[in-house]
């Protein structure tokens, strides 16, 4: 029986994943293998030498010091995908709000509540305060096309504007997904010439750190509106600030609202509503708890953050796991070993990320804690389990 501790409240769903298979799981769980959390920070928490693997009910996991893990052999996973539709909603919502004073003209009638039979008239007259232009026919930029971005771009489509759409990255999977309409950018500064609304779907890392800055607001249209679903770090606050008060950024909404961009003019801020449905917390909490209890039972990595996919069907009495780091000759040191022990190997897979890599070895036959313990010793070797 393996022992979940869980962070935060947890959709009832994906606690049942656990609990249904035996699991130990709640917050005070002691010594846990695993961590199924959403928000939770666990920068500076100390883990125990049973955490195998954390789970994130969620995409982004800035909240877990990964490079820490990863160093521990301790395995993080995410939920990528699983709150897609209902960011993309919240998205559809932003670009109409974006475009027309929604917020402000709502705020406006309820004010003149109490003025009787003149409020037809009221209003009439003042709603040319709280007109805006149409989507139809506008350009939308798309950076980031994962699961959200794709869903994100493949819907402006729909309701009738031009979309281009950026990312290095992109897999195959997200290029099916993809809309044969959205017009594919080479570099970031073609999206912001021709973009009058840019989504920014992108994770945050180094290389998206202050991605909108004061020389990326310099290449946009005069009165570009801009949506993010992103991180709150992905634009320079100070950059945004300026670019809304010289009208270069016409409307500024976020998912991320912090102390600077709440003083500053045209911003709709909202409290990180984004994945903020029960349908979403549900399938990253279903998600997520899968991906846990496949690893701890089986070795399977699927939507690691820190290290390789890999799905690997049992053979054999017994399989080895080995977190290490992608250096020459691990794998045929982990085999040699084996070997000279002359155990035969049934079925093996080894898959390399960046610094690190990930060896799973199924045997005819099992191996003590001992010959575990040999292989520990060795060089560049990170973590071993033996299942």
Request: with cysteine; charged share 25%; net charge negative.
């Amino acid at each position: 029986m393996f022992k979940i501790q869980t962070m935060n409240n947890i959709a009832e769903a994906g606690l049942e994943v656990l609990e249904k298979r035996g699991c130990e799981v709640g917050p005070e769980t002691a010594e846990p293998n695993g961590i199924l959390l959403r928000s939770a920070d666990l920068h500076g928490m100390a883990f125990g030498d049973a955490l195998l693997a954390i789970a994130r009910a969620g995409a982004g996991t800035n909240n877990i010091p990964v490079a820490d893990c990863t160093e521990r052999g301790i395995v993080v996973f995410n939920a990528p995908g699983a709150n897609a539709e209902g960011v993309k909603e919240l998205e559809l919502c932003s670009l109409v709000m974006s475009s027309r004073d929604v917020l402000g003209s709502i705020a406006y009638v309820r004010s003149i509540a109490g003025e009787g039979e003149e409020i037809p008239k009221l209003v009439e007259k003042n709603k040319k305060n709280f007109a805006g232009p149409e989507l139809l026919g506008k350009t939308l930029g798309v950076l980031g096309l994962g699961a959200t971005g794709a869903l994100i771009a493949n819907a402006a489509v729909e309701i009738g504007m031009q979309v281009y759409g950026y990312d290095p990255f992109m897999s195959v999977d997200a290029a099916w997904r993809l809309s044969r309409d959205v017009i594919h950018s080479d570099t970031v500064e073609e999206i912001f010439a021709h973009a009058d609304y840019i989504s920014l779907n992108v994770p945050y890392t180094e290389s998206t750190h202050h991605m909108l800055n004061a020389e990326a607001f310099a290449h946009m249209k005069q009165g570009v509106r801009i949506i993010n679903e992103s991180r709150a770090e992905v634009v320079d606050d100070e950059a945004m600030t300026e670019a809304l008060l010289s009208g270069k950024v016409a409307k500024y909404v976020t998912d991320f609202p912090n102390e600077r961009i709440l003083k500053a003019p045209n911003v709709i801020a909202m409290p990180h509503l984004g994945a903020c449905t029960p349908e979403s917390e549900d399938r990253c909490a279903v998600m997520a708890a899968h991906e846990l209890y496949d690893y701890l039972l089986n070795g399977n990595i699927k939507n690691a953050v820190n290290l390789p996919d890999l799905v690997l069907n049992r053979m054999g009495v017994c399989r080895l796991c080995v977190i290490h780091r992608n250096v020459p000759r691990m794998l045929t040191r982990i085999l040699d070993f084996v070997a000279d022990r002359n155990i035969n190997v049934e079925h093996m897979s080894n898959k390399p990320r960046g610094e690190y890599a990930y060896t799973v070895v199924d045997l005819g036959e099992p191996i003590g804690e001992d010959v575990a313990e040999s292989i520990r010793r060795m060089d560049n070797v990170l973590r071993v389990r033996v299942i």
